[in-house]
């Protein structure tokens, strides 16, 4: 599967923004999905997760009650909602699919990435 995020951009603290993640390839609706993000000088890290028909969901303790994952499996998309957005959310956000390792919250698990879209949470 390819993976295209989009959506990204710069954003006041307090703010909100939608990122996007378009798949194409094989079946949408095969994989389960995640998005991650890679700030500056950090490692990279999980951010949330989505079961192939968004049954489950699993959020990092640091965005949980701020961010929504969501899929729409007719659009071959998956999005995150990003609400209240602070400025230790500013990284380059990836989103990534698997295929047989379940709803999986480590990035090791994931075969397929996308390229990146970049948010900038200003103070």
């Known amino acids: 599967v390819q993976l295209q995020a989009f959506g990204g951009g710069l954003v006041q603290a307090g703010g909100s923004l939608r990122l996007s993640c378009a798949a194409s390839?094989?079946?949408?609706?095969?994989?389960?999905m995640g998005w991650f993000r890679q700030a500056p000088g950090k490692e990279r890290e999980f951010v949330a997760a989505i079961s192939w028909n968004g049954g489950d969901t699993y959020y990092a303790d640091s965005v949980k009650g701020r961010f929504t994952i969501s899929r729409d499996n007719a659009k071959n998309t998956m999005y995150l909602q990003m609400n209240s957005l602070k400025p230790e959310d500013t990284a380059v956000y990836y989103c990534?699919?698997?295929?047989?390792?379940?709803?999986?919250?480590?990035?090791?698990?994931?075969?397929?990435w996308g390229q990146g879209t970049q948010l900038t949470v200003s103070s």
């Open positions: 990534a699919a698997t295929v047989g390792a379940g709803t999986t919250t480590s990035g090791g698990d994931f075969r397929s």
């Open positions: 390839g094989r079946p949408f609706s095969s994989y389960d």
